[in-house]
């Protein structure tokens, strides 16, 4: 198994591009979720989806959209990069919310 | 908002001793979850305690959990160079997932 996989893993932005994020999970996992890590910050929940075609919004959604058009994939787009979101982005994935998460190995994301 | 608070923020001890963090939460829990993070990397799961256990044990590692002081602690025995990293722990079982601390960055001297 692949466990959960990430690409790209380093992306540099202009202000105002968008881009897509992508996230995959060979492990049959229901419960997906992007989180935003900046120093000092710990990890912020950003948006989150518990099956195909169900997404929601974590703590820190603004800027970005999320799809699960499938039970592998969880894309996380930027919209209209900005430098407040410069940061490494991980995907994390689970059985069921509260269990045990595994994470992907994060994109660095630099937004001149 | 930071469900969980680790502390210290910073601990360097020297190889083969023992290092202790702690953990506080606000609210009430179902479980307490640590993760450990080397540097450049994702978040890897340490171990799982449920909110009717007050101790677990998974190799060097020992969790408590205390739910009446809201406090859980992460003693990892005979430290090695290898346990240099970042240690976290997470809250929170909803269907809006965890709830991260801040992290205690952990330095085995050796």
Sequence with gaps: ????????????????????LQCAQDMNHEYMSWYRQ????????????????ITDQGEVPNGYNVSRSTTEDFPLRLLS???????????????????????????????? | ???GEEDPQALS???GENATMNCSYKTSINNLQWYRQN??????????IRSNEREKHSGRLRVTLDTSKKSSSL????S?????????????????????????HLIIQP
């Design chain 1, 38 to 53: 900046d120093p000092g910050m710990g990890l912020r929940l950003i948006h989150y989806s518990v099956g195909a075609g």
């Design chain 2, 13 to 15: 001890i020297q190889e």
């Design chain 2, 39 to 48: 540097s450049g990397r994702g978040l890897v799961h340490l171990i799982l």
């Design chain 1, 1 to 20: 198994n692949a466990g959960v996989t990430q690409t790209p893993k380093f992306q540099v932005l202009k202000t105002g591009q968008s881009m897509t």
């Design chain 2, 1 to 3: 908002s930071q469900q």
């Design chain 1, 81 to 112: 990069a900005a430098p407040s979101q410069t940061s490494v982005y991980f995907c994390a994935s689970s059985h069921a919310p509260g269990n045990e998460q595994f994470f992907g190995p994060g994109t660095r994301l630099t937004v001149l």
């Design chain 2, 75 to 78: 003693l990892i025995t005979a």
């Design chain 2, 80 to 104: 090695r160079a290898a346990d240099t990293a970042s240690y976290f722990c997470a809250t929170g079982g909803g269907a809006d997932g965890l709830t991260f601390g801040k992290g205690t």
